[in-house]
């Protein structure tokens, strides 16, 4: 096996114990994205130099003796929506090109603290407002089990990293199921934390109320492991949680369901899935009671408007955000020739620095949070969000965890879906209502499709700070699989 093929905590123990360098890993990875990323389009920007010497410093800390973190010395790919000093910010819009930030994101501050080695930022749809990268500036990313098809967004640059073997770890973030759906459709692991239990200092905002940070691998622990690096926290972020991170990376390494109750959430099944994707599904509800585990049914009624929910209130927070954008502040400006007033200088920049998608959210939230129109669309959307939660509170009464497909097809082909927002929302149908009430869910492998051959994900959801169960369910299934496939699923992808 190959270095880029070895998981990240196997990797950090051969930092640790010497039998590699830091650079040697991180030149075996810089060397696969030189190798495949014209193909794959992952990065936006590779930072080679910074992430050497980053090896370097690494390398030098173990000569020295000093006791390296759990993930020292290990790539990881970053998610071009967080803060960098040392490298664009673009958040996949052109408004930003350009913009170098004068600050590092808590996040990117915790890596970097850890000793992971950043290799560079990852493509996305501009904003975070995207289901397949499709909506990026800078083209789209592709899925590397079959290169025709995306790789799910918005953090599709960061699924397609780790699923292509140019990175071991990346990170996103999740405001309505963009690390779950993007991990669910290139095979990989993809963790949503509580909100707030992530920080979202330094990162670009989408909707201030449902974003939240969290990591992708390509197996659970090594998710887990870089979920407790740099999740905890933040006295930066006004909504994060001052409570210790819950207890990841002994669940990871616990993976039993002995005696859990599992909920199989009635509403997300049926009509509208692929049947390749409902019958994995299937399967692993059997899986999960051969071992151990209670499954029941539960509905939760509520959920069926989880959708149209956050599209008003995702839209409406995200025409508040974006309002920063006004030419003076950060990246482009357009028409500025001395004649024009700053109001038309914004204008002309907005409009040509915004991304289609961009402008249709900014126009229905700035339409839903007008006068007269407030409580009968943005008012009657937090009344659902309030329904969500006590669904979920109903349901973790009487069970541990909930489960469904973490998304209702595999992977579609890249421009299917471009030209129909709907088609493109029905995307994150099943992880939505978690964003709305904030809870942990994570999306782990659990076979491929038999029309399509394509990743099929598997999500479990868990209380409000209960982010450690969807972790030992997630290990305990990726455990049952390991002995069925001999392996892990991304052995089998064919294109890699
Ligand atoms: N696809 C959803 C949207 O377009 C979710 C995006 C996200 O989680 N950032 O809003």
Known sequence: MTLIHKSAAELAALIASGEVSAVEVSRAHLDRIAEVDEQVGAFL????????AQARAVDARRAAGEELGPLAGVPIAHKDVFA??????????????????PYDATVTRRLREAGLVILGKTNMDEFAMGSSTENSAFGPSRNPWDLSRVPGGSSGGSSAAVAAFEAPLST???TGGSIRQPAAVTGLVGMKPT?????????VAFASSLDTPGPFARNVLDAALLHAVFSGHDPRDSTSIDAPVPPV??????????GLRVGVVNEFSGEGYQPGVLARFHEACALLEEFGAKVVEVSCPSFRYAMPAYYLIAPSECSSNLARFDAMRFGLRVGDDGTRSAEEVMALTRAAGFGPEVKRRIMIGTYALSSGYYDAYYGQAQKVRTLITRDF??????????ISPTTPTTAFPIGERADDPMAMYLADLCTIPANLAGNAAISVPCGLADEDGMPVGLQIMAPVLGDDRCYRVGAALEAAYRDRWGGSLLEKAPAF
Do not use: N
Not at 195 to 203: A, H, K, P, Q
């Open 249 to 258: 990376v002994e669940a990871a390494r616990q993976a039993s369901v002995e």
């Open 393 to 402: 509170t109903a349901a973790f009464e009487q069970v541990d965890v909930l």
């Open 195 to 203: 909100y707030g239990g992530s920080s979202r200092y330094g990162v």
């Open 45 to 52: 920007h590779v930072a080679e130099d910074a992430a050497l």
């Open 84 to 101: 960098t000093t040392d490298m664009p910010t673009t958040c996949g819009s052109k408004i930003l090109e350009g913009w170098r930030p």
């Open 172 to 174: 996103g973030t999740d």
